[in-house]
């Protein structure tokens, strides 16, 4: 493992260096490009900060109201009828609306039932393998004002099911 | 659908705290999480500069160019209606790369980008086409070598070994990218023929 992990870790300066010397052998001027592309950060950051406040807005009195702990309970029957250990339910309703909240689930429970534990390992590969969908959407359809979103919550939301059951399953498997 | 999502999210806040002797807490909820949002985007300033700079300088060297040709055949294989030679084609690659890499902070400035490019090709505006649904199935199901903030909060709570999910992980997301790529694929042509 450490080893992937060296070169992904390398691989980032590797990249900017690669980009940075293949303009130079191309002529192209490295600094003015960069500041002229640099310049954009400050636009988009500030472009999508509306449609994240107003995401993160929603989620947090969701969040606070209790709101993810009612669907948990809701939901709970049918997860644990598809063998989701019930510790990890919180953190599958979590994960598509917020990577914080989901994170500071995913802690607690490696903390409960140990990070060895079946229930953390499941916890951990969810965690590791899913998106904040609904964020993404709001934020990316939001920055060019689509408000229509067709099929794509329906086919993530399909991955995401497919994804949580190959997780468990993997875990089945390898531990 | 993000319209209703949101009213949803938020009514059903209030209902659910009314019930549950919260209200007291969703006004300071409320107040935390904007502020929590603001200061998440200023902090991303930075990451997004340096990425959207770099790519400015593969751009100009051509070298976004090559990579669109390199990748063409397969993305808008994937991604349909894109042209050949469009600037979304090479946007996309390293968007996908870069999710790959679980480099997030450069994923959104690149997906942005090839997200403003797919829009100048959309008819309808208020409406995604295809290639966006794609975009964004594909961006919510990314393949992920290195999940690095997992591992990091395993080796925090005392795991012997805190990247023995990698593997896990790394099929995981597998499964995630050929059914969420599929299940798009699907979708788009029922719905075309409507």
């Not at chain 2, 938020?10 to 502020?35: H, P, R, Y």
């Amino acid at each position: 493992m450490s080893v992937i992990e060296t070169i992904s870790l390398l691989f980032i300066p590797l990249f900017i260096v690669f980009v940075i010397v293949y303009g130079i052998v191309k002529k192209t001027r490295v600094y003015e490009s960069f500041v002229e592309g640099a310049k954009q950060g400050l636009t988009t950051s500030f472009k999508v900060m509306p449609y994240v406040i107003a995401f993160v807005f929603a989620v947090g009195l969701f969040k606070a109201a209790g709101g993810f702990e009612l669907i948990t309970q809701a939901l709970k029957p049918v997860l644990e009828f598809l063998h989701v250990p019930g510790e990890v339910i919180p953190l599958v309703i979590t994960r598509p609306f917020s990577g914080s909240a989901a994170l500071g689930i995913l802690a607690s429970i490696l903390k409960e039932s140990g990070a060895d534990s079946f229930a953390g390992r499941v916890a951990s590969t969810i965690m590791g393998s899913s998106e904040t969908i609904f964020y993404t959407v709001a934020l990316y359809f939001g920055s060019v004002g689509i408000t229509k979103t067709r099929h794509t919550v329906t086919a993530a939301l399909i991955a995401e099911v497919c994804c949580l059951a190959a997780s468990i399953i993997l875990c089945n498997i390898l531990f | 659908m993000i319209n209703y999502l949101w009213a949803f999210m938020i009514v059903a806040a209030f209902i659910i705290a009314v019930i549950n002797g919260k209200t007291a807490e969703l006004s300071e909820a409320a107040l935390i999480s904007v502020k929590d949002a603001a200061l998440m985007c200023l902090s991303l300033i930075g990451a997004y500069s340096l990425w959207l700079g770099i790519l400015n300088i593969a751009k100009k060297s051509g070298l976004t160019e090559k990579m669109a040709k390199a990748l063409s055949r397969i993305i808008r294989y994937v991604f349909s209606g894109i042209r050949e030679g469009s600037r979304a084609i090479s946007y996309i690659a390293l968007n996908i790369s870069a999710n790959i890499l679980g480099m997030g902070n450069a994923a959104t400035p690149f997906g942005l980008k090839a997200m403003q490019e797919l829009q100048a090709l959309n008819p309808d505006k208020s409406k995604a086409s295809d290639a966006m649904c794609m975009l964004l199935v594909v961006n919510s199901t990314s393949i992920q070598l290195l999940p690095l903030t997992v591992i990091a909060l395993r080796s925090a709570a005392g795991a012997k070994n805190p990247a023995d999910i990698v593997i896990t992980t790394f099929l995981a997301t597998i499964v995630a990218s050929i059914t969420g790529i599929a299940s798009a694929k699907i979708l788009e042509k029922r719905k075309n023929k409507q």
